[in-house]
């Protein structure tokens, strides 16, 4: 599994004008082709009067699944400069259709290049990508009269609580960086005097939101 990588947040849309072309652009994340495939064919249903519904995805840990479709314009000027922004772009397990009605003037293929990578490119910010990042969680089991010290302490910290469990003694699930097990435990230790039990759990993805300046 991947440390870490990128892909968006959701789903989101966008439109521009272009020579009075509308260009609406439509991005999904797509974890397998089979639901890059029918977010296509949604968004084909929604704008079957469309001058043409361009699509493109890239899925898989290496970008194993890369397609693009042109559906109708020239080769090379729609699905291709869509699937070269994505990949630019860093993002995996992402899906992107563009609709476009044709307002009359062509654009020439330098102009469809332009307008199909700004699409994308413009519909991904409005989606907004995230960082998932690999974690483990860490399960940290104390006595009741150590709760009020180590919740304050993890709230305060550089750590994010993912669950509490109270029980017949309360469980702290937390999610901590793969290769930060050690200093965590240290510190868990030395906080409650080595009271606490300190059992490591699964692992799992914590998504992070990128500022704007940074997607």
């Given at each position: 599994?991947?440390?870490?990588?990128?892909?968006?947040?959701?789903?989101?849309?966008?439109?521009?004008?272009i020579?009075?072309?509308?260009?609406?652009?439509y991005?999904?994340?797509a974890?397998?082709?089979e639901?890059?495939v029918?977010f296509?064919?949604?968004?084909?249903?929604?704008?079957?009067d469309a001058t043409?519904n361009?699509?493109?995805?890239?899925?898989?840990e290496h970008?194993?699944i890369?397609?693009?479709?042109?559906?109708g314009?020239?080769?090379g000027?729609?699905?291709v400069p869509?699937l070269?922004?994505?990949?630019?772009?860093?993002?995996?397990?992402t899906?992107?259709?563009v609709?476009?009605?044709?307002?009359?003037?062509k654009?020439?293929?330098?102009?469809l290049?332009?307008a199909?990578g700004?699409?994308?490119?413009?519909?991904l910010?409005?989606?907004?990508?995230?960082e998932?990042r690999?974690?483990?969680?860490?399960?940290v089991t104390i006595?009741?009269?150590?709760?009020g010290?180590?919740?304050?302490?993890?709230?305060?910290?550089?750590?994010?609580?993912k669950?509490?469990?109270?029980a017949?003694?309360v469980?702290?699930?937390?999610?901590?960086?793969?290769?930060?097990?050690?200093?965590?435990?240290e510190?868990?230790?030395?906080?409650?005097?080595?009271?606490?039990?300190i059992?490591?759990?699964?692992q799992?993805?914590?998504e992070?939101?990128l500022?704007?300046?940074q997607?």
């Amino acid at each position: 599994m991947l440390q870490n990588y990128y892909t968006v947040k959701g789903y989101g849309e966008h439109e521009i004008v272009i020579e009075k072309s509308r260009f609406i652009c439509y991005i999904n994340r797509a974890e397998t082709e089979e639901e890059a495939v029918a977010f296509i064919q949604q968004i084909k249903k929604k704008h079957w009067d469309a001058t043409h519904n361009c699509s493109a995805y890239v899925i898989g840990e290496h970008d194993q699944i890369q397609k693009a479709n042109d559906d109708g314009e020239p080769s090379g000027t729609a699905g291709v400069p869509m699937l070269e922004v994505l990949k630019k772009k860093g993002v995996k397990d992402t899906v992107a259709v563009v609709t476009r009605y044709f307002g009359g003037i062509k654009l020439g293929a330098g102009g469809l290049v332009r307008a199909y990578g700004r699409a994308v490119s413009e519909g991904l910010n409005a989606a907004g990508i995230v960082e998932r990042r690999l974690m483990r969680v860490m399960q940290v089991t104390i006595d009741y009269s150590w709760l009020g010290k180590v919740e304050n302490e993890l709230r305060s910290s550089v750590y994010t609580i993912k669950n509490i469990d109270y029980a017949d003694r309360v469980t702290f699930d937390v999610f901590v960086p793969e290769d930060g097990q050690h200093p965590f435990n240290e510190w868990i230790t030395e906080l409650t005097n080595g009271r606490a039990d300190i059992q490591a759990g699964e692992q799992q993805y914590v998504e992070l939101d990128l500022p704007p300046g940074q997607q």
